[in-house]
């Protein structure tokens, strides 16, 4: 199960995924208005999201792109 916290920075990352269509990095999901979390933290929940199966990284230096069940939560 996902704290708060995590489903708060899943939920802002599938839409901003949804209105860009590119994948999102920590940097930009920082400077989002309401997810008040550092770049380090957001890349540890990013992380755990990913060991999760929720979300995946297209190649290394990418940011993460929601999975199928990623976008199902």
């Known amino acids: 199960m996902l704290d708060d916290r995590a489903k708060l920075l ?3 990352l ?3 995924y949804i ?3 590119q ?3 920590s940097r930009a999901l920082s ?3 309401g997810l008040e979390l550092s770049s380090a933290t ?3 929940i990013m992380a755990d999201l990913e060991e ?3 979300l995946y990284a297209p190649h290394v230096s990418a940011g993460r792109m ?3 069940d990623g976008m199902r939560l």
Do not use: K
């Open 42 to 44: 957001i890349r540890n």
């Open 52 to 54: 999760a199966g929720l």
């Open 10 to 12: 899943l939920r802002t």
């Open 31 to 33: 400077q989002m208005p």
């Open 66 to 68: 929601p999975t199928e």
């Open 14 to 16: 599938v839409d901003r």
């Open 19 to 21: 209105a860009d269509g």
């Open 23 to 25: 994948p999102v990095g």
